[in-house]
């Protein structure tokens, strides 16, 4: 949880968002349709009246005029959340970092939940990789110690199938942005020193010789 919405700060609201057209869900006169308890969608900041220099230097994609009510301006956060009975917002994932599989979206950030389950993930990351006209998702773990398979076969079983990363590469060191995130772009986890899923077995198998715990 990320908690509640400060007091004195702009009024924010989770928008229904529509994945499969990446756009906003509306209802039959245009207007955002405000999501439900515990439904993801898009979180928007409403701008109050001002100049039209002071928001010029923000991209026109991420401006909403008109969108709740005649005359209101929002500004489109990126970041898919959703609020649950007591108010509490709950980050879903960026939507740039959503993975678009087959079987519907998956949260970049909940593969990566499940991944930390396992202590020895001191850092990760889960990203999408094109298949045909879906995603798969890949991911790179760095660890605290040798790699254990059989510990983090267990960490993504609690995923659903479609969610379990299909490739998993141990890095020595993920990069990271200037705020300390891992950088989910520029990842090689096609290396050959990876890790692919085998669903028969439910475990993840080594592409290579490397030292394994055991």
Not at 28 to 46: K, S
Not at 96 to 115: C, Y
Not at 148 to 158: E, F, N, R, W, Y
Not at 182 to 193: C, F, R, T
């Amino acid at each position: 949880s990320v908690g509640h919405p400060l007091p004195g700060s702009a009024e924010v609201a989770v928008a229904a968002w529509n994945d499969a057209r990446a756009d906003f869900a509306r209802d039959a006169d245009g207007r955002l349709i405000r999501a439900r308890l515990d439904e993801p969608g898009m979180v928007v900041a409403r701008l109050a009246e001002r100049a039209a220099s002071e928001v010029a230097h923000i991209d026109p994609r991420r401006i909403l005029r008109d969108a709740f009510e005649p005359g209101d301006t929002w500004f489109v956060t990126d970041d898919l959340m959703k609020v649950d009975a007591v108010g509490d917002y709950w980050f879903v994932d960026r939507r740039v970092d959503m993975i678009h599989t087959a079987q519907g979206p998956v949260a970049s950030r909940r593969i990566e939940d499940a991944l930390y389950a396992y202590g020895g993930v001191a850092l990760c990351v889960a990203i999408g990789r094109a298949e045909g006209a879906h995603q798969v998702p890949i991911a790179a773990v760095q660890l605290q110690g040798a790699v254990d398979l059989d510990a983090l076969s267990a960490a993504v079983a609690a995923l659903p199938e479609y969610a379990r990363p299909r490739r998993l590469r141990v890095v020595e060191k993920l990069a990271m942005t200037d705020g300390f995130r891992p950088l989910k772009h520029g990842l090689d986890v096609d290396a050959p020193d990876g890790f692919d899923w085998d669903p028969h077995a439910q475990h993840y198998v080594a592409t290579r010789g490397i030292k394994l715990v055991g």
